[in-house]
């Protein structure tokens, strides 16, 4: 079992940035130096999607709506994941989900989030205009 609590979100207007955190714990022998780990997002009403992939190579792959904007990165020693959001913009409002999954196939994992094995229990970021 992997248990996953994310921090880091609130409130902010377009143009700002924020920091999303996921702290793994549990399985952390696996969680941290082998699972594929990710964000995702939510809003009312739409399928949850997603945002951004990284390996335990710590390679990545992020959607094209937030390519340049946000960086995914990882600690392994930690056991933290991270998504760094810049030049933020109203659309990206929606409630933000840490995922790991034991996937070999990570990057296909950002198209699947049906497949995740574990989320975290989500973050709001909310971004005015």
């Known amino acids: 079992q992997v248990q996953l609590v994310e921090s880091g979100g609130g409130s902010v207007q377009a143009g700002g940035s924020l920091r999303l955190s996921c702290a793994a714990s549990?399985?952390?022998?696996?969680?941290?130096?082998?699972?594929?780990m990710g964000w995702f997002r939510q809003t009312p009403g739409k399928e949850r999607e997603g945002v951004a992939i990284?390996?335990?190579?710590?390679?990545?792959r992020h959607a094209d709506s937030v390519q340049g904007r946000f960086t995914i990165s990882r600690d392994n020693a930690k056991n933290t994941l991270y998504l760094q959001m810049n030049s933020l913009k109203p659309e990206d409002t929606a409630v933000y989900y840490c995922?790991?999954?034991?996937?070999?196939?990570?990057?296909?994992?950002?198209?699947?989030?049906?497949?995740?094995?574990?989320w975290g229990q989500g973050t709001q970021v909310t971004v005015s205009s």
């Open positions: 549990g399985d952390t022998s696996s969680t941290s130096s082998t699972y594929c």
């Open positions: 995922a790991a999954d034991p996937t070999f196939l990570c990057p296909q994992l950002l198209d699947r989030p049906t497949d995740v094995d574990y």
């Open positions: 990284i390996d335990d190579l710590s390679r990545t």
